[in-house]
């Protein structure tokens, strides 16, 4: 009801330009992290780097545009054609951390953003090393 505790998680740490910038920095480390940027199909990381921003951006109260582009999310199903590691998994959180430690959020915020994306990722695990 536009009260401005009612603010999305979105808006609060930035909107669109800080999404841009932690997905991008991530989608950075795994073009330089050979065993991980293997699971990627496309040459390009541009489409995947813009799917998981969408995502994000709709996840944390931004714009739907993943949902419209990409329908309903079903992450976990929609990684099942990838190997999914523990290790594979580390990797991709190494890589969200540092981007996060790149955005220089407040640390309430922070804390929640890091939470969500160590439990996101232990989530999609789905293969043994
Ligand atoms: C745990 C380690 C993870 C690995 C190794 C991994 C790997 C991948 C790979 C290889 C793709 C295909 C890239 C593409 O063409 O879009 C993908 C897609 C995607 N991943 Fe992950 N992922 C992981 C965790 C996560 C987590 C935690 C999230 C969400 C918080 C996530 C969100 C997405 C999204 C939104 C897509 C695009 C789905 C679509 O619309 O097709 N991934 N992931």
Redesign the pocket.
């Known amino acids: 009801m536009g009260c401005v505790t009612d603010k999305s998680f979105y808006d609060r740490v930035g909107g669109a330009d800080t999404f841009h910038r932690l997905v991008h920095e991530f989608y950075k480390g795994v073009a330089d992290d050979p065993p991980?940027r293997e699971?990627?199909?496309?040459e390009d990381l541009g489409?995947?780097e813009d799917?998981?921003r969408m995502?994000?951006e709709q996840y944390w109260g931004g714009p739907k545009t993943?949902q419209e582009q990409?329908g309903h999310?079903r992450?976990r199903m929609?990684?099942f054609e990838?190997r999914?590691t523990p290790l594979?998994?580390d990797r991709?959180?190494h890589h969200m951390m540092n981007a996060c430690d790149t955005l220089g959020l407040p640390p309430e915020d922070d804390e929640v953003l890091r939470e969500y994306?160590v439990r996101?990722?232990e989530?999609?695990?789905n293969a043994d090393d």
């Open positions: 991980l699971l990627y199909p496309e489409p995947a799917r998981l995502f994000l993943y990409r999310p992450l929609r990684h990838f999914v594979q998994r991709w959180v994306l996101a990722a989530f999609m695990i």
